[in-house]
């Protein structure tokens, strides 16, 4: 085996491409998200339901729209409310859920002056749309190799310095981006049968955030931390024990959840306050601004269910309870909701450890202080949701201040100097 | 409960809906947060003189504010142990519990329930509401049921399905577990006994002698009574001379019982010895003594023999930072024996003195009289960091050499030849009895499985049929976004029945 006597070259050499395949990897993302979105709709303003084969009524229906619609596409014009909502009292319902996306198409469209990234209807070619995710996973396996040939190299653990547990926390978010994008995919019905997959708009959202992340993380570790810190060196007497791999790596998993979590509630409050800024529309009055309700009187359920059911860069309600802000904020909030339970674990584990190594599981130390601290912090933010009106922007700011707290328990305490955590940190 | 006229209860009734409403819990939590990062930015359990230094009055306060009078006032320097600290968790822990009993518990129960809508206004009220036409509720909850649901059919032609109870049982245990985490803890703080001791090897110490009780309602563990005997202390390095490990060999005799062995076994970091409700964890060691042997000449010798003798006897309280010779006896003893003679001489610590950097110990042999002024004799001064190598430096300060124990070279210094035979070590350990770990550990296990549990997703779903329309409507309490494509997904597959079912033509009158 080549790598038997150069381990040193070769952990050299995949840290170097992991950096490039991070880098790539964001890169891909950013260019994906922000321009080609014109066929990957956001998939949670709620498909109107028609399980029936569409009727002749609704073929007559369908005949009227589509044109309509799609030659607005085409001119890259939105279709006005006004529009739809001539659609109304037209009789039976029902657009069948097939088309609805091209018809959710035009209702997504702003109205007005076009902004952003809707304007540019690119068509990439088929297939490339897998080319970011497998950028994603192409990185996430490079961090795995890195880790496993600094556990050859050292003999121990990988995740017993700053610059291993940050590589660890890079691989933690690639992979829960992976198991998110997964978990999209699975439980989302082919948006037009029988074309390829398209990854949402909310997947490139998520998959530029922790693809940034994790360049940013691996960055840091590989170009900013000092060679000395970098190297691996024998375990002190305190970490030799197979509580090591349970409590750091679980705690680092909930940072790594926790991080891209609150950032996803940073993303919603800054989109929040940019777009309630700018944006100036109302809506006809026959609408229900209620975010995801609507309205259930008989025939008309569905158009009212269109018109009720804003666009992604609705004013109805402000934007946080469009599509777009709805998604951030519960997505975020599913994430914060993951992470909480492995920050507990890390927790009570690293207390258990503690008790085992020197009789006492809980001692006031500034990292587990911080540790409590953070756990507070998002057992606040969860609690919030509980309370009524707390949807949205509330929580978001105590995820935000979550975010801060998080970085200053990993890396913030050891720069206080003192406590039982300052093995080969800064001093 | 009706309405009850006894002061008494309708006081508890207001306290408890104070306690467990949710802003004031967020507001102990966040109270509790706050203080606890306080505490780590004001150094805590120091010295008084500590403060006073370094908190001054006076045009450098820190802050301009935060003076040491201030700390001490608020309790700054403790506040993990601060009245206010204590007060604020137990609040905490009230709120938990008037949670628990007056909204969570009752909820649960509800939740078990079936809760059939009777018209479609009540559904709007549920959440997102949806209508098929052309559809039967049964074909709905058969899918549903296949979905994981589970599903209860009125035959007015209500349905209700649920699924995922633990999703609302989570939180339930959740605070159930952090009840007892902190029982567990109060117990900790009243009955523990704990203490540590440096011990050199093969000497030993009882047991409870060393332990003090944090609280008098504390009682001392069976095995208190025992002695401990270290049988010996080593220190484990790596070829680049980093420790690797520290191992005590411990043995627990029983003095009842003609100091029969009751336990044996080497501990080291992580590993500890645990007998009788006492625990005792490797976490200190040093230096004790170094045992130096004198090779040839020995008219130097009984000089340097008197002169520890007479230096002991005019100094009985001797400086600790000079050893007097406890070998001074053995060496008189042993006497006119030219070829050989053992000291063993006690070493001290000088770690925190001017001018010594980390940890050091230092021992003296003097080899001449105390000068007239009562100044210190002439001597050689022996120096070690760790059991690897010992130093030697003459009588005028100079460095002579450094040698490994138990090598048998030896090295010249004033004179004489010195072999260094072994340096002995002293282990440190802590012995601890904590009656409320059982507690803790249950409630932090119990912690862990609940936090994950809660994680999961309760969802319901009603539905009313309406002649040929079914009316459905469906909310989740976690993750929202999955439900409403998986909602999304049944309501789809719902076969649209162009015939009238025979349920479907029931009369469904307005409840």
New interface residues.
Partial sequence: MFAIQNLDELENFVRNFTFLALFFTTFVYWIYTAFFTSDSLP??A??V?D??PPTADENEKLAIVNPLLQSSLAQGQGVGFAQVGSLQGSG??GIK?QNSQTNLGAVLSPVGPQRGSLDIHIHPLKGTHYAPRICMIISNILLIILLIVRWEKSGHFPLSNLYESLMFLAWCCTFLYLVYSI?FKL???HPLKGTHYAPKVEEKILGSLTASSALLMNAFATFSLPKEMQQA??L???L??N?LMMHVTVMIISYATLIIGSLLSILYLILTLSYNIRSDLKLPTSVEGKG?????T??N?RLN?LISNPPVLSTVGGWGRGPLGS?LD??S??II??G??FL??GI??G??WA????????S?D?KE??A??TW??F??YL??R??KGWQGKKPAIIASLGFLVVWFCYLG?NL?G?GLHSYGFFS | MALENNAVKVAWRKLLKELSSLPRAIAFMALIAGLSGLGTFIPQNKSFDFYIENYPEGAEQVLGFLTYKVIFLLQLDHIYSADYFYLSIGLLAASLAACTYTRQWPALKVAQRWRFVTEPRQLMKQGRTEVLPNASIRDLGVLMRNNGYEVFLAPEGSLYGFKGLAGKVGPVGVHAALLLCLFGTAWSGFGTLKGSVMCPEGQDFVVGSVMQPSTPLASPPASASNVMHVNAFSIDYRPDGSVAQFYSDLSLLDPYDGNRELMRKTISVNDPFRYGGITMYQTDWSLSAVTVRVLGNEAPLAKAAEAAASFSASNSDADPGLASSSGAPEAAAAGTDASATAFNLPMASLEGKPGVSGRLWATFLPLGEPGEDGSAPRGISILARDPQSVVFYDAKGQFVGVRRPGSGKPIAVEGLQLVVEDVVGATGLEIKNDPGVPAVYAGFGGLMVTTLVSYLSHSQVWALQQGTNLFVSGRSNRDKLGFDRELDGLLEAVPERKDLLPSAQQPQGQA
Avoid: C, D, K, M
Wanted: charge should be negative; proline fraction near 8%.
């Fill in positions: 998939s949670i709620p498909l339901q399980t029936s039976q319902e859920s978990s439980s989302t019905p060196t024998p002190v007497p305190a030799q024990s509580w995801l309700a609507s309205s259930t008989g025939n359920l269910n998604f519960l997505l909030y599913r909701g993951l909480f339970p507990t674990i009570l584990s207390a258990v008790n085992e190594a020197w009789g006492s599981y809980w006031w500034p202080t911080w409590l601290l507070l912090v057992a606040i609690h919030t509980l309370t305490v206080i003192e």
